[in-house]
């Protein structure tokens, strides 16, 4: 069920819908105009009465060079016959911007961006081996994670 609470700020006021479903976490979204909250929350409805809600609270708060990190942590590794180079590949992968970018975020842009970057200082086969480890990563984070976040190409 859908709870819309007007909520009274100095120079205005927003409304806070609160989606509240058994087998689902609570969904909150605040807007500043009445109608976008009715609409907004209709299609929540909607979507969670067709089983086509999916959560990406998670994947917004967490970067890759986090996902890297909790690759090796996990030792996802250890199953790999070049461990040693997964680790090597998280500690240069690490210093560069790729590193830094959300997951929910991540797209096409950020990956030739980051081929780009790796061609002035390391061979093309190096650049394949470091897209084939993020890619390893990236499925380990939705198989064994539970991860949901799109990949715009």
Known sequence: ?????????????????????????????????KTDAIKWARAMERKLDQGDFSDYGEATRVTL??????????????????????????????????????????SAKHIIEFKERRSRVVSA????????FISVVIDTAIQDWGFIFLIIL
């Open 1 to 33: 069920m859908a709870y819309i609470i007007k909520r009274k700020h100095k120079n205005y006021s927003s409304y806070l819908v609160r989606i509240k479903r058994k087998g689902f976490k609570i969904i909150f979204k605040t807007f500043l105009q």
């Open 65 to 106: 060079g986090d996902m890297f990190k909790r690759f090796i942590r996990e030792g996802k590794h250890l199953s790999r016959k070049d461990e040693r180079a997964y680790r090597f590949r998280v500690n240069t992968l690490g210093k560069d911007i790729i590193a830094d970018t959300n997951l929910l975020r991540l």
């Open 125 to 132: 086969t190096t650049i394949n081996k470091d897209l084939s």
